[in-house]
Structure formats: C-alpha cells, structure tokens
C-alpha cells in the first residue's frame, strides 16, 4: 500500500519551456503532497505543500508565480515549472501523506529535469 | 542551528556488520520521527517509523527515539551490500517533514 506514481520521470527541454509534473496517490487519499527539489549530493529541500482544493503553501525563497502546484482532487497534484531555465535543471520529488496526522510521507520515484 | 542534524558520513562497514547512524533534533515538541533509505539517483524509500521512546525493531532495521535527549538513532545489523545507500532521518514538525543531510553508508564485501 501507499504507492505515489510521479511523472514524467525524466524530462529534457529548451529554455523558456514550462514542464509539467504529475503526482498521484494510487492507493489512498492523500489530503496533502509535498514538493521537494534536491540537487545532487544535497538533502532535500521542500518547495512547497499543497493540500486539496486550497492554494498551495510556498517556502521562502520559492516563487509562486514560477511553480504553479494544483491539487485539485485527493489523489492528484500537479507542478509547472513554467519558462524553465538551465538553473531550474534538478530532481523533483513529491510525496503524499494521508488524512491521518501521524502517516508518514511516501514518495514518488522523482522527476529529473534537465533544461538546456 | 540546524533542525536536523545527522553524524557525518560517509559511514564504511564490512558486511554482516552492524551499521549504526545517528540523529539529533532540535524541535522539543517533535512527536514523529523517520529513516527513509535513498539510492542514488532515486527518491527517499521509507524503512522505519517511530513515535514513542524506546526500540522498535523491522528485520535487521532497529530505530530507537529518546525524546528527552531529542536523538533517534538506526542500527542495520548484518549490513549487506545492497543495504549501501544515504539514510536520511525525518523530523515532523506541525505538517512538514525536516530532514537531515543524510549519512552515506557503504558496506564492504
């Protein structure tokens, strides 16, 4: 149980192009996901929360307006990095937790995003 | 400070050996704690839960929290090479999870 699919898995594109990335709890309801960004030989670095049918939560640091997250239903989230450019190039991880306070997070298998 | 800070790596060990990583945090009121595993390249895999003090064993993997020292430690015993990989420890604060760095084990053949 609580599986977390993630796609694209990997993703190579020109600059200024937006990707879209796309999280899904397969096995339960997940009531908020989270949105991750590491970059290599780093811990990761959480971008934002999102929690169904409200505005996602952003870390400071973290443009809004340059990462839309859209949570519209209890097992879907989606980020776009819109205008991407070389240094937004990392892997992307989301992961999901249920209603449950106490449930761990489960992770997706990530997104590497390499802008050239 | 940091939130979360773990015993830096990289960790070496010989195999069927007991691996040990530790944890320490700084949230006093943190109730939740977590070891993921991450191979590299791949996303953090959880292996250990823990929310009340003392031990708590899955297989060759035993997690052990003390709340008053605010450290939570993982023992892989019997390491295996496969077991090579970052461990990362999970504070949950609130909603959101603090992580550490991560420990980098490696596990001699």
């Known amino acids: 149980g609580a599986v977390v699919s993630q796609h694209p898995s990997w993703v190579i594109c020109k600059s200024g192009t937006s990707v879209k990335i796309e999280c899904r709890s397969l096995d339960f309801q997940a009531t908020t996901m989270f949105w991750y960004r590491q970059f290599p030989k780093q811990s990761l670095m959480l971008m934002a929360t999102?929690?169904?049918?409200?505005?996602?939560?952003?870390e400071q640091g973290v443009e809004k307006d340059k990462f839309l997250i859209n949570h519209a239903s209890l097992t879907l989230s989606t980020l776009t990095v819109t205008s991407a450019h070389p240094e937004d190039s990392s892997f992307y991880i989301c992961?999901?937790?249920?209603?449950?306070?106490?449930?761990?997070?489960?992770f997706g298998d990530g997104t590497r995003l390499s802008i050239l | 400070q940091k939130e979360v800070e773990q015993n830096s790596g990289p960790l070496s060990v010989p195999e069927g050996a007991i691996a040990s990583l530790n944890c320490t945090y700084s949230?006093?009121?943190?109730?939740?704690f977590f070891w993921y595993r991450q191979y590299s390249g791949k996303s953090p895999e959880l292996i250990m839960s823990?929310?009340?003090?003392g031990d708590k064993e899955d297989g060759r993997f035993t997690a052990q929290l003390n709340k008053a020292s605010q450290y939570v430690s993982l023992l892989i015993r019997d390491s295996q090479p496969s077991d090579s990989a970052t461990y990362l420890c999970?504070?949950?604060?609130?909603?959101?999870?603090?992580f550490g760095a991560g420990t980098t084990v490696t596990v001699r053949a």
């Open positions: 992961s999901a937790s249920s209603r449950d306070g106490d449930q761990p997070q489960h």
């Open positions: 823990i929310y009340s003090n």
């Open positions: 999102s929690n169904e049918g409200s505005k996602a939560t952003y």
């Open positions: 949230d006093r009121g943190s109730q939740s």
């Open positions: 999970a504070v949950r604060g609130d909603y959101k999870l603090s």
